[in-house]
């Protein structure tokens, strides 16, 4: 018999319109004051204002915190602890993308078990104090960081992020509501997009993958690739918002149970370096990531490419294979998703720090999950072929 597998999610999950005016309710079972983790983009929408309406309503009160500008830092985490232990809150609640929840879930478990955040990556400081009452409120339909336990932070001295897997940083409470991802620009809205794109494809490919994981990757990449680029052209095409949100959440429960891969070690390095968001370093890198994973998950990809369209299953699995990867780059190219170099980085200084990235992305754990397990040397050619890649 197999080793038996585990499927973890938020115990609470609430779903569709209109969810984010039960957060209140949902809020006043977990605790008296809250500390809003959040930015001030969720600020100018009015989403804070709606928050602790709905909080003030239920007998909660509120701070705030809009320090989040950008990829989460060790130092957006010390500011917002110091600031929750400082006013003697007792719940939080992250509103915005992923980098705020991130945020959010480290603040919960450092609250309760002290330490740097960065003590508990590769599990060499195991959180065993219950962790303070985590909401996780997300805006945009990709990161699925609102259903994973795991959080990533940039540490600040060696611009290294740190992935951090434990199941106390898994929220309490998720709440997703699809009218809240309407005010995601178009470009945000393709870079998450195609990062759930890439939580999906890789929860599958994994070798960590197991019935459950693929069950919701599955699920994810159908809705993916019937609503993603409704999403873009139609910005406020509810229907495809709420499908796309609902694969995000999908997407990241599946991978936060089977693991990330190949794409998600190489993008971190880029990310923490050059401080291109996480939605975008995915996106840049799948398809070349996939090309170069294709002969060992024929099988797999031929599953996705049957998804994206039907025809595909009387193709061999091999052609099957290619065909959902040209697919993605499809999809990619449609959305205007950029290379490296369009991004802006310069060639010379991205050169210089492929050593260093290549490491990073091995010491990160996540390419050994990969279907076809590169060494540096592979990633440093792939860093190379990704750079000017053509989708």
Same mark, same amino acid.
């Given at each position: 018999?197999?080793? #038996?597998?585990?499927?973890?999610?938020?115990?609470?999950?609430?779903?569709?319109?209109?969810?984010?005016?039960?957060?209140?309710?949902?809020?006043?079972?977990?605790?008296?004051?809250?500390?809003?983790?959040?930015?001030?983009?969720?600020?100018?929408?009015?989403?804070?204002?709606?928050?602790?309406?709905?909080?003030?309503?239920?007998?909660?009160?509120?701070?705030?915190?809009?320090?989040?500008?950008?990829?989460?830092?060790d130092q957006y985490v010390e500011n917002s602890l110091q600031l929750f232990?400082?006013?003697?809150?007792?719940?939080?609640?992250?509103?915005?993308?992923?980098?705020?929840?991130?945020?959010?879930?480290?603040?919960?478990?450092?609250?309760?078990?002290?330490?740097?955040?960065?003590?508990?990556?590769?599990?060499?400081?195991?959180?065993?104090?219950?962790?303070?009452?985590?909401?996780?409120?997300?805006?945009?339909?990709?990161?699925?960081?609102?259903?994973?336990?795991?959080?990533?932070?940039?540490?600040?001295?060696?611009?290294?992020?740190?992935?951090?897997?434990?199941?106390?940083?898994?929220?309490?409470?998720?709440?997703?509501?699809?009218?809240?991802?309407?005010?995601?620009?178009?470009?945000?809205?393709?870079?998450?997009?195609?990062?759930?794109?890439?939580?999906?494809?890789?929860?599958?490919?994994?070798?960590?993958?197991?019935?459950?994981?693929?069950?919701?990757?599955?699920?994810?990449?159908?809705?993916?690739?019937?609503?993603?680029?409704?999403?873009y052209t139609e910005g406020q095409n509810l229907e495809a918002r709420a499908?796309?949100?609902?694969?995000?959440?999908?997407?990241?429960?599946?991978? #936060?149970?089977?693991?990330?891969?190949?794409?998600?070690?190489?993008?971190?390095?880029?990310?923490?370096?050059?401080?291109?968001?996480?939605?975008?370093?995915?996106?840049?890198?799948?398809?070349?990531?996939?090309?170069?994973?294709?002969?060992?998950?024929?099988?797999?990809?031929?599953?996705?490419?049957?998804?994206?369209?039907?025809?595909?299953?009387?193709?061999?699995?091999?052609?099957?294979?290619?065909?959902?990867?040209?697919?993605?780059?499809?999809?990619?190219?449609?959305?205007?998703?950029?290379?490296?170099?369009?991004?802006?980085?310069?060639?010379?200084?991205?050169?210089?720090?492929?050593?260093?990235?290549?490491?990073?992305?091995?010491?990160?754990?996540?390419?050994?999950?990969?279907?076809?397990?590169?060494?540096?040397?592979?990633?440093?050619?792939?860093?190379?072929?990704?750079?000017?890649?053509?989708?």
């Amino acid at each position: 018999m197999g080793t #038996s597998k585990t499927f973890q999610m938020p115990p609470t999950i609430l779903y569709l319109q209109d969810s984010f005016k039960q957060v209140g309710e949902k809020a006043s079972l977990h605790g008296k004051k809250a500390l809003i983790i959040s930015d001030h983009v969720m600020e100018k929408l009015g989403y804070i204002e709606d928050c602790q309406k709905y909080l003030s309503s239920n007998s909660v009160d509120s701070i705030v915190f809009l320090g989040v500008a950008s990829e989460p830092t060790d130092q957006y985490v010390e500011n917002s602890l110091q600031l929750f232990q400082h006013q003697q809150c007792d719940l939080i609640i992250s509103l915005g993308g992923g980098s705020c929840i991130d945020t959010g879930k480290a603040v919960a478990v450092l609250a309760a078990n002290g330490g740097y955040i960065g003590d508990y990556m590769g599990q060499q400081k195991i959180a065993d104090q219950t962790p303070i009452p985590h909401i996780a409120i997300p805006t945009t339909a990709g990161t699925g960081s609102e259903a994973t336990d795991v959080t990533v932070i940039t540490n600040s001295t060696t611009q290294v992020k740190m992935m951090i897997k434990q199941p106390a940083f898994m929220p309490n409470v998720a709440i997703v509501d699809p009218l809240l991802t309407l005010s995601s620009p178009q470009n945000v809205t393709a870079a998450t997009g195609v990062d759930a794109l890439s939580h999906a494809i890789e929860a599958y490919i994994s070798k960590k993958a197991h019935p459950m994981t693929d069950m919701m990757a599955l699920s994810a990449i159908k809705l993916i690739s019937e609503n993603l680029y409704k999403a873009y052209t139609e910005g406020q095409n509810l229907e495809a918002r709420a499908g796309m949100s609902l694969a995000a959440l999908q997407a990241g429960s599946a991978f #936060s149970n089977a693991s990330v891969c190949l794409v998600h070690g190489m993008s971190r390095p880029i990310g923490a370096l050059f401080d291109v968001p996480h939605g975008f370093s995915n996106a840049m890198l799948l398809p070349a990531i996939l090309e170069y994973s294709k002969d060992s998950c024929i099988d797999r990809l031929a599953d996705i490419g049957g998804i994206f369209s039907p025809k595909a299953k009387q193709f061999t699995n091999e052609d099957a294979a290619e065909f959902a990867v040209q697919c993605i780059k499809d999809l990619c190219n449609s959305l205007n998703i950029p290379n490296l170099e369009k991004w802006g980085i310069p060639r010379k200084e991205f050169v210089s720090v492929i050593n260093k990235m290549s490491k990073d992305a091995v010491d990160s754990g996540s390419p050994g999950n990969n279907p076809k397990v590169p060494t540096e040397e592979n990633i440093a050619s792939l860093y190379h072929v990704c750079y000017d890649y053509q989708f």
